[in-house]
Nanobody, 123 residues
Framework: QVQFVESGGGLVQAGGSLRLSCLAS????????MSWYRQAPGEERELVAA????????TYADSVKGRFTISRHHAKNTVYLQMNSLKPEDTAVYYC????????????????WGQGTQVTVSS
């Protein structure tokens, strides 16, 4: 079955960096776009970043542009999110998902999510 295992979260001071990883399985990784979402307490889950199946195009939420970078490693079935210049408002549980991308990013491809990884940024 489709599975996502996120890791790399933690507690960091404002201005610091973290790199999240997501190991995907149960589908042909190289044929799907991938995305990172986050959900803060009391908030809806929101798209943070996405990357095409070839890795040749990306999209970011305005709030993270210039600070976060999404990338993927096909041989490892893994997608990454490098997060720099972290702010307290980045505090959330971060999830990855396979995605549909047709000219532009469409949305999650499957209905399943991993357990997420907690990112907490202190001020």
């Amino acid at each position: 079955q489709v599975q996502f295992v996120e890791s790399g979260g933690g507690l960091v001071q404002a201005g610091g960096s973290l790199r999240l990883s997501c190991l995907a399985s149960g589908f042909t990784f190289g044929t799907y776009a991938m995305s990172w979402y986050r959900q803060a307490p009391g908030e809806e889950r929101e798209l943070v970043a996405a990357i095409t199946h070839l890795g040749d195009s990306t999209t970011y939420a305005d709030s993270v542009k210039g600070r976060f970078t999404i990338s993927r490693h096909h041989a490892k079935n893994t997608v990454y999110l490098q997060m720099n210049s972290l702010k307290p408002e980045d505090t959330a549980v971060y999830y990855c998902s396979a995605a549909t991308w047709v000219v532009h990013y469409v949305g999650p491809a499957f209905g399943s999510w991993g357990q997420g990884t907690q990112v907490t940024v202190s001020s």
